[in-house]
């Protein structure tokens, strides 16, 4: 069962949003905050660019961390038919009988942005990275502080073994965290 603002609002002010905004914020900005059925997270000021100075191909297993560069500030330029890493502002604590899935605004959807994230598992929490990739011919600027991704929070059974049972290798992740293997 998909979650609305209310039932969401309640998990949120026990913990499982923080920051949390109530309403949905847009004057003057791309909206973020509380929506009927989800919530529109803010990017946060810190970045990573995949940049091809240095001719390497990126190998998840082999992960070399001069493949980007970093940044931040209030904007990011994202290159034509590239990619940056970025995070949320907000810190999720995902419960034990909800997870969430993420798709991207259609603000930026319409410029050619592309905002990836794999689920937020049951028991999982940290700040979210998102993969954000540009698949429009020019560059196209991103903001920080304003919405770039919603949240749709879906309710089932407890499963048997929750990502926190697992010790999964993205627990607890601050900033803009990179691949990682198990043991990583």
């Known amino acids: 069962m998909i979650l609305r603002d209310r039932e969401?609002?309640?998990?949120?002010?026990?913990?499982?949003?923080?920051?949390?905004?109530?309403?949905?914020?847009?004057?003057g900005a791309i909206s973020w905050g509380l929506s009927s059925f989800g919530y529109d997270a803010r990017l946060a000021d810190e970045?990573?660019?995949?940049s091809n100075h240095t001719g390497e191909i990126i190998d998840p297993k082999r992960?070399?961390?001069?493949c980007w560069i970093e940044c931040r500030g209030s904007t990011c330029?994202?290159?034509?038919?590239?990619?940056?890493?970025?995070r949320t502002v907000e810190y999720f604590r995902m419960p034990e009988d909800v997870m969430a899935?993420?798709?991207?605004?259609?603000?930026?959807a319409r410029c050619g942005v592309i905002?990836?994230?794999?689920?937020?598992?049951?028991?999982?929490?940290?700040?979210?990275?998102?993969?954000?990739?540009n698949t429009a011919p020019l560059p196209v600027r991103i903001h920080a502080g304003?919405?770039?991704?919603?949240?749709?929070?879906?309710?089932?059974?407890?499963?048997?073994?929750?990502?926190?049972?697992r010790g999964g290798k993205y627990m607890?992740?601050?900033?803009?965290?990179?691949?990682?293997?198990?043991?990583?």
Request: aromatic letters at 10%; one cysteine or more; charged letters at 20%.
């Open 172 to 184: 607890h992740q601050s900033g803009v965290v990179p691949p990682r293997i198990d043991g990583t």
């Open 47 to 50: 970045f990573r660019v995949f």
């Open 146 to 165: 304003e919405g770039i991704c919603q949240f749709l929070f879906l309710r089932g059974s407890r499963p048997d073994v929750t990502y926190a049972d």
């Open 63 to 66: 992960f070399k961390e001069d």
């Open 115 to 133: 905002v990836n994230v794999t689920p937020l598992e049951p028991g999982w929490e940290g700040e979210v990275t998102l993969e954000i990739s």
């Open 77 to 86: 330029i994202v290159p034509p038919n590239s990619l940056v890493l970025g």
């Open 8 to 27: 969401i609002r309640e998990l949120a002010e026990a913990g499982m949003i923080d920051p949390f905004e109530p309403n949905l914020v847009s004057k």
């Open 101 to 108: 899935i993420c798709v991207g605004k259609s603000t930026y």
